[in-house]
């Protein structure tokens, strides 16, 4: 190998192994990692030793583990962590939502548990902040803007409703070992302060501590103090910390993502998120296209017949520009349907409904997709058969555009979207900043 090839592998070596929880979470964090400065991959899943990854300083695992029982959601989780520290990783961040969605059964507590053990890490650190969207943590209590968590729509949330702010309190009720807080006078004094935080409360026998930060300026030495522990949990705040510490270490080089490779063609828009967001995207969206809104509960008890009319609508539409297809609903309709069907059968049946419009939609013909909702981005990568995905421009923060790697279809541009990010018109964005 010349000296080309030899810094070129030197940049390229991966430095940050990354376990997302959710897919849209996964790129939420990819898009955070390229614009600190790192290349970056994300895979869905664990990768099969075959699939062909281009090299990387960070790599991130997209898993669908939010929501599903704990024991699975640890055991998906160790062996990513696993794939990871064998790549290379020296440190592996398990990415979770900025709005700390979980249980007190878990998973963010017990996935944070299985991962310091494996590890052999005496601590871990844990922020859900990510300023640029508006969370932030003080005392240990997350906002989302000016308002508690508690406080917040997120408190109604149909799968994960938050009704706690105080996170030391919420992580403690799902972990093994107790709780700690490093606040934020010790952030504002430094990584060294941090570290010194940490180390004592895990004298105290803490397993994990939330770390406090408001602005974008704490993630800094958050990251740096972070990166001296070979495991972390938090949001893409944190993400951006860790970037900026392994450049300034000299463990990863500064880079400049590629543009993506034109797909073309026309788009549309799934949404299966009920976030007050995506419902106020989809009322913005009707101003410039046709959007079908499909009723739960009828598609639950008839998904052929849904399904039918949804290809149907797309079909007549498509030829005139873009369209949506929603499933999102407001918070008392969603509470009858949960109530009807049960939360975890409805979920799991109008993400599958919404899953089986794109394998159709793809099979027609369509390359380009925006994905309103994390559970069902994913269900809607699966069916697409998708490994990998390239990191593109950043359409809003938290959401780039996106390369599909590895889809049995070929080139697939995506925007998959966490329910909450992006303002009224990040629907208009996304279809414009689609490759």
Same mark, same amino acid.
């Given at each position: 190998?010349?000296?080309?090839?030899? &810094?070129?592998?030197? =940049?390229?070596?991966?430095?940050?192994?990354?376990?997302?929880?959710?897919?849209?979470?996964?790129?939420?964090?990819? #898009?955070?990692?390229? %614009?600190?400065?790192?290349?970056?991959?994300?895979?869905?899943?664990?990768?099969?030793?075959?699939?062909?990854?281009?090299?990387?300083?960070?790599?991130?695992?997209?898993?669908?583990?939010?929501?599903?029982?704990?024991?699975?959601?640890?055991?998906?989780?160790? +062996?990513?962590?696993?794939?990871?520290?064998?790549?290379?990783?020296?440190? /592996?961040?398990? =990415?979770?939502?900025?709005?700390?969605?979980?249980?007190?059964?878990?998973?963010?507590?017990?996935?944070?548990?299985?991962?310091?053990?494996? +590890?052999? !890490?005496?601590?871990?650190?844990?922020?859900?902040?990510?300023?640029?969207?508006?969370?932030?943590?003080? @005392?240990?209590?997350?906002?989302?803007?000016?308002?508690?968590?508690?406080?917040?729509?997120?408190?109604?949330?149909?799968? #994960?409703?938050?009704?706690?702010?105080?996170?030391?309190?919420?992580?403690?009720?799902?972990?093994?070992?107790?709780?700690?807080? /490093? &606040?934020?006078?010790? /952030?504002?004094?430094?990584?060294?302060?941090?570290?010194?935080?940490?180390?004592?409360?895990?004298?105290?026998?803490?397993?994990?501590?939330?770390?406090?930060?408001?602005?974008?300026?704490?993630?800094?030495?958050?990251? @740096?103090?972070?990166?001296?522990?070979?495991?972390?949990?938090?949001?893409?705040?944190?993400?951006?910390?860790?970037?900026?510490?392994?450049?300034?270490?000299? %463990?990863?080089?500064?880079?400049?993502?590629? &543009?993506?490779?034109?797909?073309?063609?026309?788009?549309?828009?799934?949404?299966?998120?009920?976030?007050?967001?995506? %419902?106020? @995207?989809? $009322?913005?969206?009707?101003?410039?296209?046709?959007?079908?809104?499909?009723?739960?509960?009828?598609?639950?008890?008839?998904?052929?017949?849904?399904?039918?009319?949804?290809?149907?609508?797309?079909?007549?539409?498509?030829?005139?520009?873009?369209?949506?297809?929603?499933?999102?609903?407001?918070?008392?309709?969603?509470?009858?349907?949960?109530?009807?069907?049960?939360?975890?059968?409805?979920?799991?049946?109008?993400?599958?409904?919404? +899953?089986?419009? !794109?394998?159709?939609?793809?099979?027609?013909?369509?390359?380009?997709?925006?994905? !309103?909702?994390?559970?069902?981005?994913? $269900? /809607?990568?699966?069916?697409?058969?998708?490994?990998?995905?390239?990191?593109?421009?950043?359409?809003?923060?938290?959401?780039?555009?996106?390369?599909?790697?590895?889809?049995?279809?070929?080139?697939?541009?995506?925007?998959?979207?966490?329910? #909450?990010?992006?303002?009224?018109?990040?629907?208009?964005?996304?279809?414009?900043?689609?490759?």
């Amino acid at each position: 190998m010349d000296g080309n090839g030899q &810094a070129e592998a030197q =940049k390229r070596a991966l430095a940050l192994g990354c376990i997302a929880d959710d897919h849209t979470g996964a790129t939420d964090l990819a #898009n955070t990692l390229a %614009r600190a400065g790192l290349s970056v991959v994300q895979t869905i899943g664990v990768p099969d030793p075959d699939l062909a990854i281009p090299a990387a300083e960070a790599l991130v695992v997209a898993l669908k583990i939010r929501s599903v029982p704990a024991q699975e959601a640890v055991s998906r989780a160790r +062996a990513a962590r696993e794939m990871l520290v064998a790549a290379g990783a020296g440190h /592996v961040l398990y =990415k979770i939502c900025s709005t700390f969605d979980s249980t007190d059964a878990g998973n963010i507590g017990p996935v944070t548990d299985a991962l310091r053990a494996d +590890a052999g !890490a005496a601590i871990v650190p844990v922020c859900p902040a990510f300023p640029g969207t508006g969370r932030t943590v003080y @005392q240990g209590h997350l906002f989302v803007g000016d308002r508690l968590l508690s406080e917040s729509p997120l408190k109604d949330h149909p799968l #994960n409703p938050m009704r706690d702010a105080d996170l030391v309190r919420v992580l403690s009720r799902q972990s093994a070992a107790p709780v700690g807080l /490093v &606040a934020h006078a010790d /952030v504002r004094a430094g990584a060294e302060a941090i570290g010194k935080r940490l180390a004592a409360l895990a004298g105290e026998g803490r397993g994990a501590a939330i770390v406090d930060a408001v602005c974008d300026d704490d993630l800094i030495p958050l990251g @740096q103090a972070a990166l001296a522990h070979p495991v972390s949990t938090g949001a893409s705040g944190l993400g951006h910390g860790l970037a900026r510490a392994l450049i300034a270490s000299g %463990r990863a080089s500064e880079s400049v993502s590629s &543009a993506l490779p034109p797909v073309g063609g026309p788009a549309v828009i799934l949404a299966g998120s009920s976030s007050a967001a995506t %419902r106020a @995207q989809l $009322a913005a969206a009707q101003a410039f296209m046709p959007v079908m809104r499909i009723d739960a509960a009828a598609a639950i008890a008839d998904p052929e017949r849904a399904l039918a009319d949804a290809l149907a609508f797309a079909r007549e539409k498509l030829p005139s520009g873009p369209l949506a297809i929603a499933t999102s609903a407001e918070p008392e309709v969603v509470a009858a349907v949960q109530a009807r069907f049960g939360a975890g059968f409805a979920g799991a049946a109008l993400e599958g409904l919404l +899953a089986r419009i !794109a394998e159709h939609l793809v099979a027609y013909g369509l390359r380009r997709l925006v994905v !309103a909702g994390g559970e069902t981005s994913g $269900a /809607v990568v699966e069916a697409l058969q998708i490994k990998a995905l390239r990191i593109g421009a950043e359409i809003a923060p938290g959401v780039p555009a996106t390369l599909a790697l590895g889809a049995p279809a070929g080139a697939l541009a995506l925007a998959l979207k966490s329910g #909450n990010f992006g303002g009224e018109d990040f629907f208009a964005r996304a279809l414009e900043a689609l490759p």
